[in-house]
T-cell receptor, first 114, second 111 residues
Framework: DTGVSQDPRHKITKRGQNVTFRCDPI?????LYWYRQTLGQGPEFLTY????????KSRLLSDRFSAERPKGSFSTLEIQRTEQGDSAMYLC????????????FGPGTRLTVT | RKEVEQDPGPFNVPEGATVAFNCTYS??????FFWYRQDCRKEPKLLMS???SGNEDGRFTAQLNRASQYISLLIRDSKLSDSATYLC????????????FGSGTRLSIRP
């Protein structure tokens, strides 16, 4: 399968714990995005990488959230001191720079904070 | 006013019918437009980009109306498998952070 993959697919954690999600984009895609989606809403932009550089971050992204893409391939999204409001689907997408933001999404990681 | 607005539906139509829905956007300088399809508890999948001249892909036709700031999606001869949520996506400027997703329109096709 050469699509975008995400791991884990589901995560249940207790409030206050840290969690880390991984995204593997389509191999030739140099752009990588993280989104959060809650029920009945469209995905909300969190952050964006071009190669290994994190170029944009949403104002929604508090200092408890950090993302990396150290070698310009896979990316990780870490949430520290999770809160119940962090419960959502976390989606990763990738695209080619020349494709004008036509994005391809992974299956998502569903986070439940209890 | 939301930056990208869609009628949430649900649109409930019989198989074989033609259905259309619109999406309005607030920024007249918006640069690119897309329709995505999202099945229940699955990821969004790119359906089609929307070009100024309009474009068609099989039973699906997308149109852009810059003057009135909306895009539309028309589905002809609808199939049961078209049942999904359709997300409108607008890139408000050249930055990734201004790729705005609508909340989606739910479509249900009945036999």
């Amino acid at each position: 399968d050469t699509g975008v993959s995400q791991d884990p697919r589901h995560k249940i954690t207790k409030r206050g714990q840290n969690v880390t999600f991984r995204c593997d984009p389509i191999s030739e895609h140099n752009r990588l995005y993280w989104y959060r989606q809650t029920l009945g809403q469209g995905p909300e932009f969190l952050t964006y990488f071009q190669n290994e550089a994190q170029l944009e971050k949403s104002r929604l992204l508090s200092d408890r959230f950090s993302a990396e893409r150290p070698k310009g391939s896979f990316s990780t999204l870490e949430i520290q001191r999770t809160e119940q409001g962090d419960s959502a689907m976390y989606l990763c997408a990738s695209s080619l720079a020349r494709e004008s933001y036509e994005q391809y999404f992974g299956p998502g990681t569903r986070l439940t904070v209890t | 006013r939301k930056e990208v607005e869609q009628d949430p539906g649900p649109f409930n139509v019989p198989e074989g019918a033609t259905v259309a829905f619109n999406c309005t956007y607030s920024n007249s300088a918006s640069q690119s437009f897309f329709w995505y399809r999202q099945d229940c508890r699955k990821e969004p999948k790119l359906l089609m980009s929307v070009y100024s001249s309009g474009n068609e892909d099989g039973r699906f036709t997308a149109q852009l109306n810059r003057a009135s700031q909306y895009i539309s999606l028309l589905i002809r001869d609808s199939k049961l498998s078209d049942s999904a949520t359709y997300l409108c996506v607008v890139n408000m400027d050249s930055s990734a952070s201004k790729i705005i997703f609508g909340s989606g329109t739910r479509l249900s096709i009945r036999p």
